[in-house]
């Protein structure tokens, strides 16, 4: 008789719990019947990626660790939107909070932490919060469209994170810290010196040595007050004072509670079955509240469970390797020294990098990087085994030798096999040599899907790309497969699609399908998209755009919202606008009850709250082109007054930016595309983080590309520099053409410039001028394909008639 299946229960559905159950799965998929109880109504996600999600750059999906399918692909039940009240651990059951009661033979709590909430007058008003969850991304994003001021109490990794998403909301932001320096548990005085120092050019302001007293106003938060008097406006308080383990349901089920859920050297509680991991647990007096710890408890327990031999857990060497708002930091074991210790301290104020080693009898007991953290990986392996300092070591770390620290493979190449390189999973080198070697794996997502390297993060994707070329040696360059397939519908790169569609003259998204062997016959969202553009680029004198294959914003030609209601952007060239264009918008806002007008960065107003049965009337009464705030194509091209009007200007930057906007306008693109034209400079269009920027000075103008204002902050490079206006339009067309040409759909010109290097763009469309002027003349041929850009009526008249197909009024 078969024996049937043990049955495993999960109570939190968050990192390190799952953790756990995908490692039991690769061990021994058939030893348990699983079920994933979680509260909140989305599947397992990257908590750590929150801040990508406030701020905008990563959607809610983008984050997701394990989709749906998933689950039901490891045969696994998931119950979200559900919390479990108490374990009856007489019975061996569970009991929810709708009434369900679920047998166990094996019980997980990981219920993970809560941030935890100031014991002060007014902490229960509206408008404070914590940041933990995306429910509370949700509530942040919508007061960033009503309120301007925000105050985030407490400087530390959430603190900071949470600031930085709202300060790129658009919203003023200070940071109230209690300690006499930020991230103080990491770092010492001079890292957060400097790192205060960055963040301040970033717009944030800081209250250090601060204490709040109480929060002011009525219902709703309006203010704060501090200890010695002092009071500052708010409209919205984030409370990121800190985390504490979330033990309600093991305080409800008799379980032992100190400070988190005691457990054994295995995870188990102090009931039988029973075991708890992540950030609810304490072990040995201590609570972890870092990612490795973790997946390091996990990875003990889940071989426990599945009855594999396993050492017991020790603890953890806590050490952090962040990236906040744009800055490297990584601090390891003692960040602060203690009377007696010997301290080595490198500060470079031109390049802003910072390191230190802490020596306690001549071993290395701690270290601060700020700046540049390569060295993290070699200095992580110092800090656990309390190595002796000798002169190499010296000379390595100050950089006096070591040549290989100039060489990513050479430094890849000395780090010793068993040299955990994914600190967040646990993930040495080894691994992922033997998983490349074994499983055939040739791209950094395949190592990330196998071993779980760069999965969380992601900080130590560079350093698994360099192992990845490391074990593949030749075959990596010679490898098309070196690139990542465009979706999981098939294994055809970017370019083998787009070369196959040039070859084999394929011109409808299902035929590309079709031919080329797609697995899914449909497709999914994510290839779509990119065949409906890159058939596009292709044959764009013969190519039908294919509405159905574009995302919902793109076909109703708006931007959807929360709550199902769409922001409206009609484009003004070069940010500028009559009284007319004015009155219409101010109608049009009136007439239907316009939730709110927003002066967007782009230099346009964008009408946030129009419901979907209006947007054919609203278009129809602006009779104004989209400002394609939606698209993956040209948004806008900032620009200043210039020398029509600027005492300083030098060049007619209105004039240009205006030209080129409606030159360029509804030009598909991989990727949304932002250009500014300065007319001095001085740079006031902020042409530096713009795809394409462009500063004019007495000579004439200078082209600047891959810039990036967003979460992956990018100074654009300088592409050349030209003194005619002629050779500004040729070369800005021939630039934009071989990113549309080349780059990947999804793929802003930051990270393609950085992928291809800046010296094959200038060869592209700088030097080579007879492939400059092929760029130019194909681009030329797919703006022949679209209609007249300077017929703002025609435009209207498209717009309606594409919405009245797609609204369909009753």
Not at 281 to 304: D, F, I, S, T
Not at 365 to 371: A, E, I, R, Y
Not at 764 to 790: F, H, I, M, S, T
Request: charged share 25%; hydrophobic share 35%; with cysteine.
């Amino acid at each position: 008789m078969m024996q049937s299946k043990q049955r495993l229960v999960l109570i939190g559905n968050g990192m390190a719990g799952m953790s756990v159950v995908e490692q039991i799965v690769q061990l021994n998929p058939n030893l348990y019947e699983i079920t994933v109880i979680g509260e909140e109504p989305y599947p397992n996600y990257n908590r750590i990626q929150l801040s990508y999600v406030l701020e905008g750059s990563k959607t809610i999906d983008d984050i997701i660790l394990n989709d749906k399918a998933w689950y039901q692909e490891h045969n696994i039940t998931l119950l979200t939107g559900t919390a479990v009240e108490r374990i009856d651990t007489d019975r061996k059951e569970l009991h929810t909070d709708a009434g369900q009661r679920i047998p166990y033979d094996q019980a997980i709590v990981a219920t993970g932490s809560k941030p935890i909430r100031l014991p002060i007058p007014g902490a229960d008003k509206q408008g404070v919060m914590g940041f933990r969850d995306i429910r509370d991304c949700e509530t942040m994003l919508e007061a960033a469209k009503t309120y301007r001021s925000a105050v985030v109490i407490g400087g530390g990794l959430l603190g900071l994170e949470a600031a930085s998403g709202l300060k790129k909301l658009g919203m003023d932001v200070t940071v109230v810290h209690l300690a006499d320096w930020l991230m103080e548990r990491q770092l010492d005085g001079p890292a957060a010196a400097m790192l205060k120092a960055e963040l301040e050019k970033q717009g944030l302001r800081f209250l250090l040595s601060t204490k709040t007293a109480e929060i002011l106003g009525a219902e709703r938060v309006t203010g704060l007050r501090f200890a010695d008097g002092t009071e500052l406006e708010a409209d919205l308080v984030i409370m990121a004072a800190g985390i504490a383990p979330n033990t309600s349901v093991a305080k409800s089920s008799g379980l032992e509670v100190r400070r988190g859920i005691v457990v054994n050297d295995y995870m188990q509680t102090s009931a039988p079955d029973v075991y708890a991991v992540g950030e609810c647990n304490e072990h040995n007096g201590v609570c972890y509240g870092l990612v490795a710890p973790l997946y390091e408890q996990g990875a003990v327990l889940a071989k426990r469970l599945c009855g594999q031999p396993v050492e017991p857990y020790q603890g953890s060497d806590v050490y952090t390797k962040l990236k906040i708002s744009g800055v490297d930091v990584f601090s390891a074991g003692e960040h602060m020294e203690q009377q007696g210790d010997e301290v080595i301290r490198v500060q470079d104020h031109w390049k802003n990098k910072y390191k230190k080693l802490i020596l306690r009898d001549r071993k290395v007991v701690g270290s601060v990087l700020f700046g540049d953290v390569q060295e993290s990986s070699r200095v992580t392996k110092w800090v656990k085994a309390k190595e002796t300092m000798t002169e190499s070591l010296y000379d390595a770390f100050v950089g006096h030798a070591d040549p290989v620290t100039n060489d990513p493979l050479a430094f890849a190449a000395a780090l010793p096999d068993d040299e955990i390189v994914c600190g967040c999973n646990g993930v040495t080198k080894h691994m992922i040599m033997q998983a490349v070697t074994e499983k055939g794996l040739t791209t950094v997502d395949e190592v990330k899907a196998c071993t779980g390297a760069t999965r969380s993060c992601g900080g130590c994707k560079p350093m698994v790309e360099n192992i990845l070329k490391l074990t593949l040696g030749e075959k990596f360059q010679a490898s098309a497969k070196t690139q990542e397939a465009i979706c999981g519908c098939t294994d055809k790169t970017r370019d083998e699609v787009v070369a196959a569609i040039r070859s084999l003259r394929l011109m409808h998204v299902k035929e590309v399908m079709n031919v080329l062997g797609w697995t899914q016959p449909e497709g999914c969202t994510k290839c779509r998209p990119a065949l409906n553009y890159y058939i596009g680029m292709v044959w764009p004198d013969q190519h039908e755009d294919e509405k159905a294959s574009r995302f919902v914003n793109e076909r109703l030609h708006a931007n959807i919202q929360k709550d199902g209601t769409f922001s409206v952007i009609p484009r003004m060239y070069g940010g500028v606008t009559t009284p007319e264009q004015l009155r219409k918008i101010a109608d049009v806002a009136d007439k239907y009850q316009v939730k709110l007008v927003k002066v967007t960065g782009g230099q346009r107003l964008d009408l946030v709250g129009v419901r979907k049965e209006d947007l054919p009337s609203v278009w129809e009464e602006l009779g104004m082109p989209s400002g394609y705030g939606y698209a993956k194509a040209l948004r806008t091209v900032k620009t200043c007054v210039g020398s029509t009007y600027c005492r300083f200007g030098t060049q007619d930057s209105l004039g240009m930016g205006v030209y080129l906007e409606k030159k360029l306008e509804r030009l598909w693109m991989p990727a949304k595309f932002k250009m500014a034209v300065n007319g001095c400079p001085r740079n006031c269009a902020e042409a530096d983080v713009k795809d394409l920027g462009i500063i004019g000075n007495d000579g004439g103008w200078e082209i600047h590309v891959g810039g990036n204002g967003g979460i992956k902050l990018r100074g654009a490079d300088l592409l050349c520099k030209v003194k005619t206006d002629e050779e500004l339009e040729e070369i800005t067309c021939a630039f934009i053409q071989y990113y549309r040409e080349n780059g990947k759909y999804g793929e802003r010109t930051s990270d393609w410039i950085e992928r291809i290097g800046i010296q094959q763009a200038i060869q592209a469309v700088v030097e080579d001028q007879q492939n400059r002027q092929a760029l130019k003349e194909r681009l030329e041929q797919a703006l022949a394909g679209l209609q007249d850009p300077w017929q703002e009526a025609a435009q209207s008249e498209q717009l309606r008639h594409d919405l009245y197909e797609e609204v369909q009024v009753k």
